[in-house]
C-alpha cells in the first residue's frame, strides 16, 4: 500500500490515512444533528483493552456543516435525514467517535457496531456505500520542536466523496478543507 504523504520535515512525517486505519474526524451520521455540541461522556473499559478496568474520560466537540433530507422512507418515517459533522475528539479512546455519536442519537451511517441497520442498507442500496462514513481529513498540533502551530488537511477518500456528491456536499467538504 503506498501512502500519500502529506507533511514532511526532519523529525516526522504526516500521511493522508487510508479508511480502515485509527483516527477519524468528519462523519455522515443519521439524522439532524445539533449545530454544536460538546459530548462529554465515558467511554466504556471493554472498549479499550489497554485501559484501567473503569469508565474513561471522553469529550468530543461536534459542529454540523450541512444537513439534508432524502425522500427515502425508513422505519418510522417517509424521509430520511442525514447531516455532514465535523467532530474534533480532545481526547483519544478506542472507538469514542462513533459511541458518543450513538449516545446523542446520531450514529455515523455504515457503523457496523453502533449504527442502525436500516440506514447502512439505505446507503449501500442507494449510494453502493459499502463504508463507515468517517475520515480523518485535517490534524491540528504544536510541532514539538519548532513550537509552531501545524494544521494538516486532506480530503478524504473516493467512496466518501462520492456520497457526499450524492448529498449535494461535496463542494463544501472540498472548501472547507482545502485551504
Aim: include cysteine; glycine fraction near 4%.
Amino acid at each position: 500500500m503506498e501512502l500519500e504523504i502529506i507533511y514532511r520535515d526532519e523529525r516526522f512525517i504526516a500521511i493522508n490515512k487510508p479508511a480502515g486505519l485509527l483516527v477519524h474526524r468528519s462523519a455522515i451520521v443519521q439524522g439532524y444533528s445539533p449545530d454544536q455540541i460538546h459530548i462529554d461522556y465515558p467511554v466504556k473499559a471493554q472498549l479499550d483493552k489497554y485501559s484501567p478496568n473503569k469508565r474513561q474520560n471522553g469529550i468530543t466537540d461536534l459542529s454540523t456543516l450541512a444537513k439534508c433530507e432524502l425522500k427515502i422512507a425508513n422505519e418510522r418515517y417517509e424521509k430520511s435525514r442525514y447531516s455532514l459533522v465535523e467532530l474534533r475528539p480532545q481526547t483519544g479512546r478506542r472507538h469514542q467517535l462513533r459511541y458518543h455519536m450513538k449516545h446523542i442519537s446520531h450514529p455515523i451511517i455504515g457503523d457496523p457496531k453502533y449504527g442502525k441497520i436500516e440506514h447502512n442498507q439505505i446507503f449501500k442500496n442507494h449510494f453502493e456505500c459499502h463504508r463507515l462514513l468517517l475520515a480523518s481529513i485535517g490534524l491540528s498540533f504544536t510541532h514539538p520542536f519548532t513550537q509552531k502551530d501545524q494544521e494538516l488537511h486532506c480530503l478524504p477518500n473516493d467512496d466518501f466523496l462520492s456520497v457526499a456528491a450524492h448529498l449535494g456536499w461535496e463542494d463544501l467538504i472540498k472548501a472547507k478543507f482545502l485551504i
